[in-house]
T-cell receptor
């Protein structure tokens, strides 16, 4: 399975945008880029996914580099409820999620 | 009601005991998964099932077994629990090529 690299932690302020980076230099052409997040004391929650084009949904936006070796999850206006561990995961075929350590996002009031 | 329900939510037991963790879902998904999470780490896949007759080992299946009793039910068993199986266990479900939906987890402590 292709690997992803994320910063261990990031910090931002409430109501400001947050850009969470992910590097995946060994991504294959058929790997989808998925983002999940895990709030304290809960199971992971799906956020967004994409293949080549940028994607938007009600939770976030996903910006994918042209060479697909990196991507960025964008939270447009962070709230305190967005404090969580964010996982960037590459998925191919069998949908076996391989979690790394993720990025722990802290939101300051 | 939760779409993915795990029981029990918490369990403390002793080394050598047999434990069963249960997962049921109301989403009508064919695919179900069991993961474990250790402190400060991401989740690791134990077993997964793409339908009632399909069971597959994940990354860390040793010491565990599963049963897919019906489309909606997928149970995880520890035949003889050992302390290093103390962890948080998550069940998840998904449709074909769809995102996974997770339960709230079972916190298992083995003394």
């Amino acid at each position: 399975d292709a690997k992803t690299t994320q910063p261990n932690s990031m910090e931002s302020n409430e109501e400001e945008p947050v850009h969470l980076p992910c590097n995946h230099s060994t991504i294959s052409g058929t790997d989808y880029i998925h983002w999940y997040r895990q709030l304290p004391s809960q199971g992971p929650e799906y956020v967004i996914h994409g293949l080549t084009s940028n994607v938007n949904n009600r939770m976030a936006s996903l910006a994918i580099a042209e060479d697909r070796k990196s991507s960025t999850l964008i939270l447009h206006r962070a709230t305190l409820r967005d404090a969580a561990v964010y996982y960037c995961i590459l998925i191919q075929g069998a949908q076996k999620l391989v979690f790394g350590q993720g990025t722990r996002l802290t939101i300051n009031p | 009601d939760a779409d993915v329900t795990q029981t029990p939510r918490n369990r403390i037991t002793k080394t050598g005991k047999r434990i069963m963790l249960e997962c049921s879902q109301t989403k009508g998904h064919d695919r179900m998964y069991w993961y474990r999470q250790d402190p400060g780490l991401g989740l690791r896949l134990i077993y997964y099932s793409f339908d009632v007759k399909d069971i597959n080992k994940g990354e860390i299946s040793d010491g565990y077994s599963v049963s897919r009793q019906a489309q909606a039910k997928f149970s995880l068993s520890l035949e003889s629990a050992i302390p290093n199986q103390t962890a948080l266990y998550f069940c998840a479900t998904s449709g074909d090529n769809q995102p996974q939906h997770f339960g709230d987890g079972t916190r298992l402590s083995i003394l």
